[in-house]
């Protein structure tokens, strides 16, 4: 019973507060239903609407693989289902610091209203990008099952920590993408040539064996990007459990990532308003 | 209840409901609204320093301006308070304070009892969605169970009287239903504590003694309500005590109709 709760809370100079993350749960139905509403938006009066978020991936993923057919004569087939896998685990971390980047911008009439844990803006960024991640997954794995059904094995279970690390990873990317771009507007422009950069230097729709060259082999073995699309592919593509090194690499990633933005959470969370 | 029940000055009796009552506690609260951010936060500026330009910050002599000055105010169960002053004076700030918007930079501020607040209109408003969606997602805010805001939709709808606009895009709306919905939102989605930040402006005369009456028959029901406004009309019928603020200071607390008159006669001269 919410109506009738009432809550103290001291604001003061070492403001404390308790039950942060109590107070992020408490308030799951509101993040919940922006993030539905951001996917609403997206996708009013399309025809196609949700269908877009399989769709594009597809489209995409059949113009590389089409391309460097002709470029480079590589099995089409195949080599779609890997630039397919690639294109969404990407778009999910993209969509993690862009959207995350816009958040707290977008969500300026919430935050002049009411005082709510700021996490949650970047949270519904993150939920906004795992429901359109799961969507482009489903398309994804429809179109690996139509066109090489002997991907398909019991090792595709292995995707379940996949998933889990994902956000793992893609979370804390949200936090700090927003307050960064808070403070320092130029971030949103400038941080896009620096994904575009880590998705050449990524084995996105490249071939894997191309970062394994010397010039490249140390950069892969602490990509996070490299691994991720490893532990993704090696079940699904090769049909092979996943290798434990890059999930340590995950691990060690992920934990430094969350140090971070927890970090510059604590630090600038009743600051956040000042910079409207 | 009766309006004129809410009349006397005395707090009515504490309801099973709050049992606790509700309160707001200020005490010597300063609060100080950095200029900083606003030069220091982008590379340009910290580009042209390398060539010896100097950022307005450092040409200013404060990085910040001290929006409220050592204010000590405490507000009861049961009053309506008006704020009154200049532009400039701390008004709104000192709401968004309270809301727990702003961190004060030093002092107490307590708040006991659950804050609705309404400030800017228009802000906290989905443009493309319907108005009946936009009940939904601030009630959420609030912190509301999509079951209560169900529960609460048809009331709100019913005060709000903007007919079928309530089922089409906010950004249809005139600036007057913006006022009608966001008002009715704010005082049907019960709170202990009622913030209102000078939104009665747009609303016609018809609506603003429709909503002056039903914040007299809150205070009786919900519990406290501060409200921020430069129309003495409504300081003189809706609240029962009035502050006026200065420069960040209290420069007059008391009944309503006097600080009102004595604000007016000083504006005057």
Known sequence: ??????????????????????????????????????????????????????????????????????????????YSI?????????????????????????????????????????????????????????????????????????????????????????????????IINIKFRDFQQFIGLILQIIWYMSPI????????????????AINPIAALMDIF??????????????????????????????????RNERKIIFYY | MTVSSAETYLPPPVEERYPEGC??????????????????????????????????????????????????????????????????AGKSTALLSIAGIYPIASGGLTVQGKIQALFNIGLGFEPDATGRENITYRGLAMGCTPEEIEKRAEEIIAFADIGEFIDMPIRTYSSGMYVRLAFSISTYLEGDILLIDEVFGAGDAAFQKKAVERIRSLVTTAGLVVMVTHDMKIINTACSRAIWLERGRVRMDGPAQEVAEAYLKDTAG
């Open chain 1, 1 to 78: 019973m919410i109506f009738s709760a009432t809550k103290t809370f001291t604001v003061g100079l070492f403001d404390l507060r308790m039950g942060y993350i109590r107070d992020i749960i408490r308030y799951r139905h509101f993040w919940v239903h922006l993030a539905l509403s951001d996917l609403r938006a997206r996708f009013r009066r399309s025809y196609l609407g949700i269908l877009w978020v399989a769709l594009q991936p597809l489209l995409l993923t059949l113009i590389i693989s089409s391309v460097l057919k002709f470029v480079f004569n590589m099995t089409f087939t195949e």
């Open chain 1, 205 to 220: 729709f490249l071939p894997r064996n191309v970062f394994d060259k010397p010039m490249l082999r140390d950069w892969t």
């Open chain 1, 82 to 178: 890997y630039i397919f896998s690639g294109i969404i685990a990407w778009d999910f971390l993209k969509g993690c610091v862009d959207f995350g980047a816009a958040c707290f911008l977008t969500a300026e009439g919430y935050i002049r209203q009411v005082r709510l844990p700021m996490a949650i803006y970047p949270l519904k960024a993150l939920l906004y990008c795992a429901i359109v991640f799961t969507m482009a997954f489903a398309g994804f794995a429809i179109y690996t099952l139509l066109l090489e059904p002997s991907c398909f094995s019991w090792y595709w279970l292995y995707l379940f920590p996949f998933f889990a690390v994902l956000v793992l990873f893609g979370a804390p990317l949200a936090i700090i993408s927003a």
């Open chain 2, 23 to 88: 309160f707001v506690q200020m005490d010597n609260v300063i609060l100080r609204y950095p200029i900083g951010p606003f030069v220091k936060g982008s590379i340009k500026v910290g580009l042209f320093s390398l060539f010896g330009h100097k950022p307005l910050e450092a040409r200013v002599r404060r990085p910040y301006i001290t929006a409220l000055d050592g204010v000590s105010l405490t507000f009861m169960r049961g009053e309506r308070v008006g704020i009154i002053g200049r532009n400039g």
């Open chain 1, 233 to 266: 592919r090696q079940p699904v593509l090769d049909g092979i459990p996943p290798d434990l090194r890059a999930y340590g690499l995950m691990l060690v990633w992920a934990l430094g990532l969350w140090a971070l933005s927890l970090w510059m959470l604590v």
